[in-house]
């Protein structure tokens, strides 16, 4: 079936679509990882947003439950060169165009992917549309518009809607869920961690009534200054438990120790980030997935840590006097480099 997707710049590239039919909009956005599609299909941190594979071929080795981040895919849309029309890979069990059918995502194939992410690095991230219903570039550009005045509150969409325990004999970790993967939960699991995910408006109160030993904030989508009454709940965390940021928790936190958060040109999206430690003087390769960043002039009790080695935006940092630390990139992977795992025994150990 015939499929166009549209810029809000008018730019536009015709293809063909897959997964179901209709339109959808969003944010248009690139990743460079080779592998991987699936677990950043079903990464909440992109609900709201359109995803473009860079990598030419993408579903070559299938989909599979196993290897979900999420109980379902956010993604709005999905862009890619090729898709294979049958994979090969012993644990595939759903074949592409299946998975994005039962899935109810609309995608598109056959464009310039190259072309596609020249255009959003020189000109920014950007609200798009992807249609198989209309070849109408002027009447799309329209929807578009109306489309993206709407307010949507995209953590609320993915948090979970009641509190879930995962049982484990060492530490108690609150983890507040602005869309946590998978992975992240497995990091704690592996740690033998007692685990309590409660959902991301959870009062101060509510969460210190579970006694915990640390709090993780976990990653999510969108802007993290849409988010304010969790801000304040995490100022009242500060000092009181160890507390992990990763991601939206980390710009959550820096927001919280009084810093400023702006938006990226086009935003970090892939696994090959390299990162640099302070502390130790090495450089990580790190997955990454964001669209904001955190400003380096925060606070005076804050020490960077973390610094990304392609546009120096900040990576981690640390309190100098409170239990906390935090990370603007994934360090459970997944995926990617699992090089910075360690964050989760820092973690651990500030908890004893």
């Keep these: 079936m015939k499929s166009v997707l549209v810029l809000e710049d008018g730019t536009y590239f015709p293809g063909e679509g897959f997964g179901t039919r209709g339109e959808t909009t969003g944010e248009v956005v690139f990743n460079t990882c080779m592998t991987g599609y699936q677990e950043i299909t079903t990464d909440p941190s992109y609900n709201g947003q359109i995803v473009t594979m860079t990598y030419p071929l993408i579903g070559n080795y299938g989909f599979n439950n196993d290897d979900f981040e999420s109980y379902k895919p956010h993604v709005q849309g999905f862009i890619v060169k090729e898709l294979c029309d049958y994979a090969s890979n012993w644990r595939n069990d759903t074949e592409p165009d299946e998975y994005f059918k039962r899935n109810n995502i609309i995608g598109i194939k056959g464009i310039d992917t190259r072309a596609l992410t020249q255009h959003i690095r ?4 950007m609200f798009g549309i992807i249609s198989t219903e209309c070849g109408n570039i002027d009447m799309l550009l329209e929807k578009l518009k109306q489309k993206k005045t709407e307010q949507r509150n ?9 509190p879930i325990h995962k049982p484990g004999t060492g530490k108690k970790v609150v983890v507040l869920d602005f869309g946590v993967k998978y992975n992240i939960i497995r990091s704690l699991e592996k740690r033998n961690c007692d685990i309590h995910i409660l959902p991301a408006y959870t009062s101060f109160e509510e969460i210190m009534n579970y006694n915990p030993d640390g709090i993780l904030l976990s990653n999510g989508p969108g802007d993290p200054r849409g988010l304010p009454s969790v801000k304040q709940t995490i100022q009242k965390l500060l000092g009181i438990k160890p507390i992990l940021g990763i991601c939206l928790g980390h710009q959550l936190l820096g927001l919280a120790l ?5 938006k990226l ?9 390299p990162v640099k430690d302070f502390t130790t003087g090495r450089c990580y390769i790190t997955s990454q997935n964001h669209n904001y960043a955190l400003d380096k002039n925060f606070s005076s009790d804050a020490v960077i840590t973390h610094m990304n080695i392609n546009d120096d935006t900040v990576e981690g940092f640390r309190h100098r006097e409170k239990p906390l630390i935090s990370v603007q990139y994934h360090p459970e992977a997944a995926p990617g480099p699992q090089d910075s795992a360690y964050i989760f025994d820092e973690f651990i150990t500030m908890m004893k």
């Design 154 to 162: 995209l953590v609320m969409e993915v948090t979970t809607k009641a």
């Design 122 to 125: 020189n000109f920014g991230s």
């Design 265 to 273: 040109k086009f935003g970090h999206h892939g696994g090959n980030h």
């Design 258 to 262: 009084g810093g400023t958060i702006y």
